[in-house]
């Protein structure tokens, strides 16, 4: 049963950094696709960043340069940096996890609410 788990969130003054992390388990070597979304209150859900098994990064063109998404050496966990934080990057942050090439289910995992206040 493949599980994912988000930690790292938590209340950050504008202009601060946070990592945010996100575990994968239940999966057979590395996993395929990990990433991060976001979804702030009364928005739709919208995707932050990708990296595959390949090593290719994706982001989205607003967060380019302030974002940064890395995997662990045996690719189970996704680590996503964030840097000059600004209130409009207050949100629930969600991991979603694609374990296999040749099966399109991803997991999700259950968020991690990041607050950018002063």
């Known amino acids: 049963q493949v599980q994912v788990v988000e930690s790292g969130g938590g209340l950050v003054q504008p202009g601060g950094s946070l990592k945010l992390s996100c575990a994968a388990s239940?999966?057979?070597?590395?996993?395929?696709?990990m990433a991060w979304y976001r979804q702030a209150p009364g928005k739709q859900r919208e995707l932050v960043a990708t990296?595959?098994?390949?090593?290719?990064?994706n982001y989205a063109d607003s967060l380019k340069g302030r974002f940064t998404i890395s995997r662990d050496n045996a690719k189970t966990t996704v680590y996503l940096q964030m840097n000059s934080l600004q209130p409009e990057d207050t949100a629930v942050y969600y991991c979603?996890?694609?374990?296999?090439?040749?099966?399109?289910?991803?997991?999700w995992g259950q968020g991690t609410q990041v607050t950018v206040s002063s």
């Open positions: 239940g999966i057979v070597g590395s996993a395929y696709v």
């Open positions: 979603n996890v694609r374990p296999y090439v040749s099966d399109p289910r991803t997991y």
């Open positions: 990296s595959d098994r390949f090593g290719t990064t």
